[in-house]
């Protein structure tokens, strides 16, 4: 498939420190690809932090893809049947969203948009954003790290020193890792050097 007509889905979830990364990277996705279905979690999309409100969280993202995002479950759940996209990247994936996707629970937007849209063996982008990637969450992240049609965007620790359990998606190669997985291929290096 040419990447210029692809339909691709962006799901946000919360790790709200590294949504300031996130964003750009939408652009990015936007720009290059044209049409994004925006999707963010219930707690992205309903959690005001010190990193700024939810309602100007879903705003800018509306803003950038020119569409309200998806809020619900009941709302991602026509992905998978109606196969309404091509790629689906979620950036930032926390931990949690980690632990989920592993183990099959399918309980908020994004797992459920998730599982909805590999149920048609089509490209799954996940950008790690976790404190515990080498810790308790490095379970998860193996477990998908190796199941098809999954792909990473690549990643490293962000401060080894001062949170050295603590791993980060190099978010401006989103798109790179996008067109990438449409060709069935891990976009390398997978793991990068340390900031």
Not at 21 to 41: D, T, Y
Not at 115 to 122: S, V
Not at 126 to 154: M, Q
């Amino acid at each position: 498939m040419s990447g210029e007509q692809a339909q691709v889905g962006f799901g946000l979830t919360g790790s709200y420190c590294t949504l300031h990364k996130v964003l750009p990277a939408l652009e990015l996705v936007q720009e290059r690809f044209g049409s994004v279905v925006p999707l963010l979690s219930e707690n992205c999309a309903a959690t005001d932090t010190r990193f700024g409100s939810a309602e100007n969280l879903r705003r800018e993202v509306e803003r950038i893809c020119g569409r309200p995002p998806i809020l619900t479950i009941t709302q991602a759940e026509p992905i998978g049947p109606q196969k309404l996209l091509d790629a689906l990247v979620i950036a930032p994936c926390t931990g949690n969203t980690l632990g989920k996707l592993a183990w099959g629970i399918t309980d908020t937007t994004i797992t459920m948009a998730a599982k909805a849209h590999l149920r048609n063996a089509r490209p799954l982008i996940l950008a790690v954003s976790t404190n515990d990637g080498l810790a308790v969450s490095l379970r998860s992240l193996g477990e998908l790290i190796c199941r098809k049609n999954i792909y990473l965007v690549p990643f490293r620790q962000d401060d080894p020193v001062g949170k050295p359990a603590s791993l980060v998606a190099e978010m401006s190669l989103i798109p790179q890792t996008i067109e990438a997985a449409l060709e069935g291929r891990q976009l390398q290096p997978v793991l990068l050097g340390s900031l």
